[in-house]
């Protein structure tokens, strides 16, 4: 979301770390690339002697670019302990190899967290039960910023130089630089053995009996990789489609992550707004603690596809109904008994997609007793969310509650003027101007 402010708001900085984002893309896509061949190419233990076969559950979507499980995983349909890809197969495992190394250059060059390992494969469970690559993870405060900054600092005709560094800060040497576009050259040497991967009935068919869905996020970049891959490729402001990229491109900040917006509209121009991004996993959100002081408003994201999906650091939880007890503890909070809370109930296209393909949301949410349909899903969140808010203010106060599609600029668009708005309102009658 903070990217959508960026390009309302704040266009020219965003297109200022327009090559950075360039990075995270390709990360993205060959990530992608890489975890398909691994899953189609990975052995499965052939069942206990005795045991029964298991019976595939009801397939579901996910994104890709969210590392979490679904509820429901998917059992193996190979039996054999010996993976059996045909020769199309084995031609792409062969030819797109040198794609694992522009993974590894481009993970040291946005200090990105490595891929985490599949979990042991077992007669009952498969890797495919990941259902996707996991999402680019990069830490707060790291290389990812000093990328940004080095950029910048070409765009004004200086480089840092390396005594400008401070404590934690990355030195970007012209070695690094040329490790990176080495990357660039491979991704692009092998861009037509990408699509071709990936256009391939046989892989598609694979990936299906897996119950592997990528399209959703990273699938995006699959299916515009002839573009994407090409040497020359920028994600610029071009195109409609190119700010669509960097919407669409996956990265995940661990920790606290400050953003410093300086707004460029007309309205706005020269004004500063301080944006503090935390990580929502369990054992992140302790750091939350002290940005609660000072603070005018608090934007909630709740990623209403998850609703059959379940944590990453415990599988046990569902995380729509984790997302439920995140709120019931920030709207209790004393700490901010002032700040205007907005609700962003997000990814409204990905849960319209899982309702319409069949996905109960029942089955998942006990509580809800509705049809399987967008509208009267989105109203019973709606309801859930006001209901905790209403019950566990320490006092009266209103609560903005908006559907929203990251990736669809108009519509988030109008979204984005109602949240400038409210927290300009806001913050005018705490100064007693109102």
């Not at 900040?253 to 706005?268: N, Q, R």
Request: aromatic share 8%; charged share 20%; glycine share 4%.
């Amino acid at each position: 979301m903070l990217k959508n402010f960026q390009i309302h708001f704040a266009p020219n900085a965003l297109r200022a770390e327009s090559p950075a984002w360039r990075a995270v893309i390709h990360l993205n896509l060959v990530r992608a690339v890489n975890f398909i061949l691994d899953v189609l190419t990975r052995p499965t233990p052939a069942p206990f002697p005795g045991a029964p076969h298991p019976t595939p559950s009801a397939p579901t979507q996910q994104s890709p670019a969210d590392a979490s499980p679904t509820v429901a995983a998917f059992p193996p349909r190979r039996a054999s302990a010996t993976p059996q890809p045909n020769s199309d197969l084995r031609r792409y495992k062969l030819s797109l190899s040198p794609l694992k190394q522009v993974e590894m250059i481009l993970v040291r060059h946005l200090s990105a967290a490595p891929p985490p390992p599949p979990p042991p494969s077992s007669p009952t469970s498969s890797p495919s039960s990941q259902l996707g690559p996991a999402e680019v993870t990069v830490r707060g405060g790291s290389a990812w910023r000093a990328l940004l900054r080095r950029h910048r600092e070409r765009g004004r005709g200086r480089e840092r130089e390396p005594h400008e560094d401070g404590p934690g800060r990355t030195r970007y040497s012209e070695g690094r630089a040329d490790e990176v576009e080495h990357a660039r050259q491979i991704l692009d040497a092998c861009r037509a053995d990408v699509v071709a991967m990936w256009t391939s009935a046989g892989v598609r068919a694979a990936l299906r009996e897996e119950g592997v869905v990528v399209e959703d996020h990273s699938g995006f970049f699959l299916d515009h990789a002839d573009r994407v891959a090409q040497l020359d490729y920028e994600p610029t402001f071009g195109t409609a489609l190119q700010v669509y990229d960097i919407l669409r491109a996956r990265l995940q900040t661990v920790g606290v992550e400050e953003h410093h917006l300086t707004m460029e509209t007309s309205a706005e121009d020269g004004q500063r707004w301080i944006f503090y991004d935390v990580g929502g996993a369990r054992g992140q959100r302790a750091s939350w603690v002290p940005f609660f002081e000072d603070m005018n408003a608090i934007i909630f994201l709740c990623s209403t596809a998850a609703f059959n999906e379940v944590l990453s650091e415990d599988r046990a939880i569902n995380r729509l109904l984790d997302s439920f007890n995140t709120w019931k503890t920030i709207c209790s909070s004393r700490l901010l008994t002032a700040v205007q809370f907005i609700l962003l109930l997000n990814k409204m296209d990905l849960l319209d997609a899982k309702l319409r393909a069949g996905v109960q949301f029942a089955h998942s949410v006990k509580s809800y007793k509705g049809e399987n349909e967008l509208g009267q899903v989105t109203e019973y969140l709606r309801r859930k969310f006001a209901a905790i808010h209403h019950h566990h203010s320490p006092q009266p106060r209103k609560l903005h509650v908006h559907t929203t599609c990251a990736i669809d600029i108009v519509t988030t668009s109008t979204v984005l003027l109602h949240i400038r708005d409210t927290i300009l309102v806001n913050y005018l009658t705490a100064m007693q101007v109102m």
